[in-house]
């Protein structure tokens, strides 16, 4: 099956700095990446996806990259604000199969 | 508002005892994910039911089971309940069409405790 593997664990920023937070996945068959925030005891929101035919995407301060040669995807947050700060997690999914596989999450911490 | 719902909220209850978990799926969706959720832990996920069919297993233990209803809800039955299992429980839906590729929602989730 599929294994998808999310770096760093944790990730501390300056309030208006950038942060960046990387998967890496292994199943070259998958063709749908969402990114889902998390913040405390709350449910996990989806806040950008990408499909397998788009190299990037970008919502406002928010972009996603994919790399399919290189099995890996990047969710990029630009101007970092301390509303920010929650769990993040990747996935992937390939076509015609069911499971989604998530990343282990991507704690980010944004200092006022 | 995602359009999941999940009941209850919370749930404290004892070892060794059963409890049900409810998920309705947004309107117009037939597939429906149940992931656990431990404490400062990543999703795990559980099964995966499609307009009333299992389709997908993963870590599910054998004490726990799941069905989708005719109305597409569906329910997660967790017996002879361990402290281990205490945790979040998320319900997630999708339309599940044929391009791979449906966005899934979540449920606002069930916080279980088991004292």
């Known amino acids: 099956g599929e294994n998808v593997e999310q770096h760093p664990s944790t990730l501390s920023v300056q309030e208006g700095d950038s942060a960046v937070i990387k998967c890496t996945y292994s199943?070259?068959?998958?063709?749908?990446f969402p990114w889902y925030k998390q913040e405390l005891g709350k449910r996990p929101q989806l806040i950008i996806d990408i499909r397998s035919n788009v190299g990037e995407k970008k919502d406002q301060r928010i972009a996603v990259t994919l790399n399919k040669t290189a099995k890996h995807f990047s969710l990029h947050i630009t101007e970092t604000q301390p509303e920010d700060s929650a769990v993040y997690f990747c996935a992937a999914r390939k076509y015609n199969f069911n499971k989604f596989y998530f990343g282990s999450g991507t704690k980010l911490n944004v200092k006022p | 508002d995602s359009g999941v719902t999940q009941t209850p909220k919370h749930l404290i209850t004892a070892t060794g005892q059963r409890v049900t978990l409810r998920c309705s799926p947004r309107s117009g969706d037939l597939s429906v994910y149940w992931y656990q959720q431990s404490l400062d832990q990543g999703l795990q996920f559980l099964i995966q039911?499609?307009?009333?069919?299992?389709?997908a297993k993963g870590n599910i233990l054998e004490r726990f089971s799941a069905q989708q209803f005719p109305d597409l809800h569906s329910e997660l039955n967790l017996s002879s309940l361990e402290l281990g299992d205490s945790a979040l429980y998320f319900c997630?839906?999708?339309?599940?069409?044929?391009?791979?590729?449906?966005?899934?929602?979540f449920g606002p989730g069930t916080r279980l405790t088991v004292l």
């Open positions: 039911y499609y307009n009333g069919e299992e389709r």
């Open positions: 997630a839906s999708s339309v599940e069409g044929t391009s791979g590729t449906d966005t899934q929602y």
């Open positions: 199943d070259s068959a998958s063709n749908y």
